[in-house]
């Protein structure tokens, strides 16, 4: 009986097991064409999170195309960012597309509500949400746009903050060694876990607050219990 208590928003990924030693000091460079596109993308998140407060404020849903959609930009984002600067996990360049793609090592998911509080939408994404965006500002330092900005029209938490640092110091020992440390991973795909959870919630995306809990690891809890549940049941 599995009773760890998991979070509906998903973020897996898995750590190629040959990462160039080299390649990440160039990457910035390599992922310009999607930061090209993921401005406008941004863009129109921001727009269609304003539509989607005032939809569920008179209706308590999330029209969900508007919600797949902006999933979407959270997970094209994340895919960027595994491949770059928050976590250098991959050497495999990220696809152009809002889908999901079963094959890339990073993934994220998040259930689409069939109801959302009416009231809720009024504070959580400001008030109930601000000890965490705390918390992210630290963890993420060039990512308090979450504290400062909460129309998150700037999404990029890789910078100053703990993530950075420790992305930084798996970049070195990955040239001095060729190895990414899988302790360091683990901490950085946490850290990266929680930033996240936190977007979706502040995004609107969910009613179920966010755990003050770093749940380390490439394999989310939730995908656990899933798969967990799976095995039990097909046995």
């Known amino acids: 009986m599995t009773v760890t208590s ?38 129109a998140f921001c727009v269609v999170s304003v539509i989607a407060f005032f939809a569920i404020l008179f209706t308590g849903r999330y029209p969900r195309p508007l919600f797949e959609f902006n999933v979407g930009v959270m997970r094209w984002t994340w895919r960027v960012n595994y491949y770059a600067y928050s976590a250098l996990g991959t050497d495999q360049y990220p696809p152009f597309t809002l889908a999901e793609v079963p094959d890339y090592p990073a993934h994220l998911h998040v259930p689409y509500p069939e109801h959302l509080s009416r009231g809720l939408v009024l504070v959580k994404w ?6 965490h965006l705390l918390i992210v500002g630290i963890l993420a330092g060039g990512g308090t746009w979450l504290t400062l900005n909460s129309d998150t029209q700037n999404y990029s938490w890789t910078g100053g903050g703990l993530i950075g640092l420790l992305v930084l110091i798996a970049a070195i020992i990955l040239a001095v060694t060729g190895r990414y440390p899988n302790g360091l991973y683990d901490l ?12 979706a919630y502040t995004s609107l995306m969910t ?29």
């Open 6 to 43: 998991v979070y509906p928003v998903r973020v897996d990924a898995h750590l190629d097991p040959h990462l160039s030693r080299w390649l990440w000091l160039v990457k910035w460079i390599l992922a310009i064409p999607h930061y090209i596109v993921l401005i406008p993308l941004w863009i």
């Open 188 to 199: 950085i795909l946490g850290l990266n876990r929680w930033v996240l959870r936190v977007a």
């Open 126 to 131: 400001w008030l109930l949400a601000l000890p």
């Open 207 to 235: 009613d179920t607050y966010p755990p003050f809990r770093l749940d380390s690891g490439g394999r989310d809890p939730a995908t656990t219990v899933i798969a967990t549940t799976g095995e039990a049941n097909g046995a």
